[in-house]
């Protein structure tokens, strides 16, 4: 099968490359003169001109002393024009069709405005809103904002429009799980340890963040809420550069962090790199409350966690591109990180009896010592075949993934009555995991007829993780393995895929008609229990879209995507991880892949008020489920299939300049959500709930380039699965100043300026009743400061993008 789906994937490249359709050669010409507001023509001004389609640039020019430039054969297509001096604000001229029909333009009152405006002794400068929309995405300008300095990824994440957090701090994008990609490339992480990862990842490395929500066919199928794109920063000039950061933040205990970037480029090569290092601390105090009814009478468990973290991030990537010629490039990419995080976990549960008498008092204390680390490699080719926009590109991806947990649980048990203790217990878990991914993928772009564009891919991925559990018990102050509790679980999962797109716009209209063919084959199997089980599953995923450019700042677009989310690879497992006495960790190695299909409609008015409406079914949509005995008082959390799920969003997006110095950008998300829910032979429950979010953004440009800015969300409750949570709020506050020429900054910041980042919930099902308290973080004041050194005239490294995509999310 393997040879037959790889012998496919090559005959689908060789007949859409015989029956690629070149485009006639067309001549175009046009010429471009630029002036000041006062008609006076500005020399030396950057006249770029970009296809519409990709925003690729297809040539450059610098204008003449009379303010004219010209460009002279270009080839058939669509086009727009920006123009940019130093002291003026960036022109865009929009999108015009060279073809036979029209070959010469002429653009000959381009009137720049000057950057820079005094206003009352104030200094206005121009930069990018904090919240941008492009077609299936919306975009985060982390850069800009003064208050991210100081902040993980996961903060940032955490006050993103749209994304939750649900009480384990599992990412969520309108009330679905999404894939998180660092840099076009997948974090090779889940669960626990992807959120690990996003908390020691520094606000100061990243750029942009993208929230895609309708992904082209081009990416891997799986998120079923899409895909989170976190871009960090890159060197963007030749020669030497970089810079070097560094944090202090206090709140509940101190956390520092430094990091750095450079480049160096030349005319036949560019290396690149960055790396971070760090250590953070925080104070987590979990409350749970469970009620535990019968015909007769209730009974309740309470118990109160106070949870002391502390991570250590060393993280980096290098990378060198070496440039054959002006057209191919060849290069490898390297990264990886050494982490580790470990808690001290003291807690006390209350046992009441039947009619809320106290009955005994466990005390425990858990240890928990982790250590994960990852290196990938990427090997890269990209070569530009013509002059008309044949392309070509393959990556080929190995990483591996490694983890070590050490936990010791020790408690005992306090009678009411008695005052005297009973029923010590000491356990001690050792478990290892060691994931093993394996890609490789190739990506060509074709012109196709009039306007039209085909890609076309073929990717192979190889995954084989190995998961050791060893169980011991206390016994007569001595640890001995208890055999039928331990497990070795190995896990290999094949996955073959092909894609293409067609592109073409014609005249206002622009349509992206898409498909993704993915055959999936998986085979887990439990020494312990002896048993394997194996899937086997094809399914097509179509993505389309279409956009309507009502005029020059008005816009329409729609789109429709069917993804699949397969389960994690841990959710797979089969061990009992055991938490505390009373509460219980396992896998589900039944799990079925989830669903989706996914229709949005999105409306930009006057280029800067977005508005977009979303709707979306899960079918066998997998979540947490907790399992109440309410004889032994054990809680158990696994993960099943519920039947499917039903969410709408719709998003509103509305910046405001109230000033010439006071900028708002205002989000409002308002949503619908619907569980049908059944677990085994329990009753059928549908869970519906209306919520809304708001997150406003609030700027300031003030002298002498200081920069303030005020952010602050609101979540109304929401449910996901079972559990229905309350209502969150917060609030941030930043300063900025820029000082040696802007090579330098400096940033104040303070956040949750109302005290604390919460969830506060509860899980009703069948017998299941249970109060959830989780207090994550208190407020933070931090310093942050960084340094930009060396040459300003050249390209960034590459944005690369590797092949090792769908496998990224699930590892761990």
Not at 130 to 155: C, F, Q
Not at 182 to 196: A, H, M, P, R
Not at 254 to 275: D, H, M, S
Not at 549 to 557: E, G, Q, R, V
Request: glycine share 6%; hydrophobic share 35%.
């Amino acid at each position: 099968m393997r040879k037959l789906m790889i012998a496919l994937g090559m005959l689908m490249h060789l007949m859409l490359t015989a029956n690629a359709q070149k485009s006639a050669a067309v001549n175009g010409t046009i010429s471009v003169k630029v002036s000041d507001k006062a008609g006076k023509p500005l020399p030396f001004a950057s006249i770029l001109l970009r296809k519409t389609q990709d925003s690729s640039l297809v040539k450059g020019e610098l204008s003449t002393e009379n303010g004219t430039c010209n460009f002279s054969n270009i080839p058939e297509g669509e086009y727009f024009i920006q123009a940019s001096q130093m002291g003026f604000s960036t022109h865009f001229i929009p999108n015009f069709q060279i073809d036979a029909s029209h070959k010469k333009f002429s653009f000959d009152s381009i009137a720049l405005e000057p950057l820079t405006k005094s206003l009352q002794a104030v200094n206005v400068t121009a930069q990018k809103p904090y919240i941008e929309r492009e077609p299936g995405k919306t975009i985060l300008n982390v850069e800009s904002s003064p208050t991210a300095a100081g902040n993980t990824a996961l903060d940032l994440l955490r006050k993103a429009p749209g994304v939750n957090l649900d009480n384990n701090e599992n990412v969520i994008l309108q009330g679905k799980s999404v894939q998180v990609m660092v840099d076009g490339k997948l974090t090779y992480l889940s669960g626990e340890q992807l959120t690990n990862l996003l908390k020691s990842t520094p606000a100061e490395n990243i750029a942009q963040i993208e929230l895609m929500t309708t992904p082209p066919a081009k990416y891997d199928a799986s998120g079923n809420g899409g895909i989170i794109n976190i871009k960090t920063k890159k060197g963007k000039m030749t020669g030497i550069n970089g810079s070097v950061n560094g944090t202090f933040t206090q709140g509940w205990y101190p956390q520092i962090n430094g990091g750095g970037n450079f480049n160096w480029r030349t005319e036949k090569f560019n290396l690149y790199g960055n790396g971070s290092l760090g250590e953070y601390r925080n104070y987590v105090q979990r409350d749970f409350r469970r009620t535990f009814r019968d015909v007769n009478d209730t009974s309740m468990l309470s118990q109160d966690i106070k949870q002391k973290n502390k991570f250590n991030d060393r993280s980096y990537k290098a990378g060198l591109d070496y440039f054959i010629n002006d057209k191919h490039t060849v290069g490898v990419l390297v990264n990886g990180y050494n982490n580790s995080f470990s808690s001290r976990i003291p807690s006390t549960t209350n046992l009441f009896k039947p009619g809320m008498a106290p009955d005994s008092i466990l005390s425990s204390y858990t240890t928990n010592d982790n250590n994960f680390d990852n290196i990938a490699v990427n090997l890269n080719y990209k070569g530009v075949l013509d002059t008309m926009g044949k392309e070509i590109s393959v990556d080929a991806d190995y990483a591996n993934f490694r983890n070590q947990r050490h936990m010791i649980l020790n408690d005992s048990m306090l009678d009411n009555h008695t005052h005297q203790y009973r029923n010590m217990n000491g356990v001690q878990n050792n478990a290892a995991t060691n994931i093993t991914i394996k890609s490789l993928k190739t990506d060509m772009v074709f012109p196709w007829g009039k306007q039209g564009k085909l890609e076309t891919g073929a990717k192979v991925s190889f995954v084989s993780t190995n998961n050791v559990m060893l169980y011991d018990s206390l016994q007569s102050g001595k640890y001995v393995r208890a055999y039928s509790q331990s497990d070795e679980f190995d896990y290999q999962e094949d996955v073959y895929a092909a894609y293409a797109s067609y592109k073409k716009s014609i005249n206002k209209t622009s349509f992206n008609l898409g498909g993704r063919l993915e055959y999936t084959r998986s085979n887990g199997y439990s020494h312990t229990m002896d048993s394997t089980v194996v899937n086997n599953y094809l399914n097509f995923f179509p993505n389309i879209s279409v956009e309507q450019k009502i005029n020059d700042k008005n816009k329409l677009s729609l789109s429709y995507t069917r993804r699949i989310d397969r389960p994690e690879y841990g959710q797979l497992n089969p061990f009992i991880f055991y938490l505390d006495r009373y509460t219980y960790r396992q896998g589900n190695p039944f799990l079925k892949p989830q669903y989706t299909s996914t229709g949005e409609l999105s409306y930009v008015l006057k280029d800067k008020y977005i508005f977009t409406f979303n709707a979306s079914r899960i079918n066998h949509i997998i979540e947490e489920f907790l399992t109440q005995d309410n004889d032994t008082k054990i809680t158990t959390s696994t993960d099943v299939n519920y039947n499917h799920a039903d969410f709408m969003n719709l998003n509103v997006t509305v910046p405001i300049d109230v000033t010439k110095w006071w900028h708002m950008d205002n989000n409002v998300n308002l949503s619908y959500a619907s569980y049908l829910v059944q677990v085994g032979s329990g009753p059928l429950e549908t869970r519906t709930n209306y919520s809304y979010s708001a997150n406003t953004t609030q700027s300031f440009s003030l002298p002498k380039d200081y920069k303030i800015e005020l952010t602050g969300f609101y979540q109304s409750p929401f449910i996901f699965g079972i559990f229905k949570g309350d209502p969150q709020y917060n609030a941030n506050l930043g300063i900025q100043k820029t000082f040696l020429e802007k090579k330098a900054t400096v940033k104040l910041n303070v956040n949750n300026l109302l005290s604390v980042q919460y969830f506060r919930g509860r899980a009703q099902y069948g017998s299941l009743d249970m109060s959830i308290y989780n207090i994550w973080q208190y407020r933070t004041v931090g310093i942050y400061f960084s340094y930009k050194f060396g040459s300003n005239t050249i390209k960034a490294a590459r944005d690369r993008q590797t092949g090792a995509s769908a496998e990224a999310k699930r590892a761990g």
